[in-house]
């Protein structure tokens, strides 16, 4: 008979094997060591700009099938929005010019052959290169394989690759953006729509997912820092949180969906990605609506994407690390000079903010370090791994960590 499985982690990827588990029946208990669910992917109330904001903007694509089976299953579909077009504005603030690029529906790429839906100067040609990616030796990065000095590069590869894969391209590994491109660009509009949280990723991914537990008899318990395994033979035998131990009897299982540094410290000889990348975030609240909303990418600036969400635009800046050892107040200052540029707010001064910065928002998606994700399967029959960073064949997303929980409780119970 099929025990208790007891899921270490509420971020999403343990919220997600939770979640998946309990709609099947089975006796799930969580425990999380903060005071709270989500972990990177989160919101709060910020005081200084007096709403809910994100720990940083988060943005999916129509194409993220276990976003889109996770947002169902818990009953917040409604919450994730979106244009209904695959259209991306961009921003060349270097260059000072505007484009769209506005993919087409189905297979045949028939955008890249109107100058009107693409980036401006590029050639069809220039997107057919994609279908280098496809025979990338493991070992090239994005730079590697497609031509990483030319404008085109600057302006498509350099902003997509560092926001899928939070790497610079010249070091992104070009095998994991193809296992992307293949199943969103290639495929057409309908598998690239941009998707975004409309109230907070809290109320998207979190609040729901914690009610449908909570509906399904799961605990939850917060504050519970796991410090300890203790192996017996092939097996985990004791869960040790502090004064606390938990006995794993027979047909207990384990999902660790915890950080790779946490989970090579549990787990003996457990080798995991140990390079990380930031990304920052500053929310500025404005006092009204601006006429420029929505989605833009931002090229030859220091934002990558602003975000705008009621009265509040968030800058998003991928791959950040050397930004990230800025003082907050500086960073506030550098991106609400690109905010201004891209929103046309001229005149207007910096309005109450807060910045963000995630100093490990992501491991570094090098060659060399997706070589290190592990199998969701351990040498422990009763233990099994989920996070983002394990090997899910997708980068550190949303939908990778939420893939990764769901997968994890399918090898628990086939
Ligand atoms: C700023 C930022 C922007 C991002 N932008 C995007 C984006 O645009 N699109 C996208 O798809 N993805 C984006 N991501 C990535 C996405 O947020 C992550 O891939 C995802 O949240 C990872 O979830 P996870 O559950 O694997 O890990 P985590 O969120 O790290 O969850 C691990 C959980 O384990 C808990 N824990 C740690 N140690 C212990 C312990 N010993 N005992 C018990 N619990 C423990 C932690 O507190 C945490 O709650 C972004 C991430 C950041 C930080």
Redesign the pocket.
């Known amino acids: 008979m099929a025990g208790v499985s007891h899921i270490?982690?509420?971020?999403?990827?343990?919220?997600?094997a939770a979640t998946a588990l309990a709609a099947k029946g089975h006796k799930v208990i969580v425990?999380?060591?903060?005071r709270h669910?989500?972990?990177?992917?989160r919101s709060f109330f910020e005081p200084s700009v007096g709403c809910r904001i994100d720990?940083?903007?988060?943005?999916?694509l129509s194409g993220?099938t276990d976003v889109l089976t996770f947002v169902g299953r818990v009953g917040s579909e409604r919450t994730l929005t979106g244009p209904g077009a695959a259209v991306f504005p961009f921003v060349d603030l270097e260059e000072r010019r505007r484009w769209v690029v506005d993919i087409s529906k189905g297979y045949f790429p028939w955008w890249i052959f109107s100058p009107q839906r693409r980036v401006p100067k590029s050639s069809p040609i220039d997107y057919l290169k994609t279908y280098k990616l496809r025979n990338a030796k493991a070992t090239d990065s994005v730079g590697d394989v497609l031509d990483d000095g030319s404008a085109f590069f600057r302006s498509f590869w350099e902003p997509l690759t560092v926001?899928i894969l939070?790497t610079p391209a010249n070091e992104a590994a070009a095998s994991l953006l193809w296992d992307v491109i293949s199943q969103t660009l290639c495929k057409g509009a309908d598998y690239c729509r941009p998707l975004v949280a409309r109230d907070s990723l809290s109320q998207t991914f979190v609040d729901p997912a914690l009610s449908y537990l909570e509906k399904n008899g799961v605990m939850v318990f917060y504050n519970?820092?796991?410090?300890g395994i203790k192996f017996l033979e092939d097996r985990a035998e004791k869960l040790l949180f502090g004064s606390q131990q938990i006995e794993l009897k027979s047909g207990d299982n384990v999902i660790l969906?915890?950080?790779p540094k946490?989970a090579s410290g549990?787990v003996p000889d457990l080798k995991t990605p140990s390079r990380f990348h930031s990304?920052v975030?500053a929310h500025f609240k404005l006092g009204e609506m601006p006429k420029k909303k929505g989605l833009v990418g931002v090229v030859g600036g220091t934002a990558h994407w602003l975000f705008t969400r009621n009265e509040v635009v968030s800058v998003?800046v991928?791959g950040a690390d050397d930004l990230a050892l800025k003082s907050s107040n500086h960073l506030a200052e550098m991106l609400w000079a690109d905010v201004t540029q891209v929103l046309d707010l001229f005149n207007v001064s910096m309005p109450a903010n807060r910045v963000?910065k995630?100093k490990h928002?992501?491991f570094s998606q090098t060659p060399e370090q997706i070589l290190l994700r592990p199998k969701a399967k351990t040498q422990w029959e009763n233990v099994i791994l989920?996070?983002?960073?394990t090997a899910t064949g997708l980068p550190?997303?949303?939908?990778?960590?939420l893939r990764?929980?769901r997968l994890a409780a399918e090898l628990l119970h086939v």
């Open positions: 270490v982690g509420a971020g999403i990827a343990g919220l997600s425990y999380e060591s903060s669910a989500g972990g990177r992917c720990n940083g903007s988060h943005l999916m993220n926001s939070n519970a820092r796991l410090r969906s915890v950080p946490i549990l990304i975030n998003t991928s963000i995630e928002a992501t989920a996070g983002d960073w550190a997303t949303i939908e990778g960590a990764s929980g």
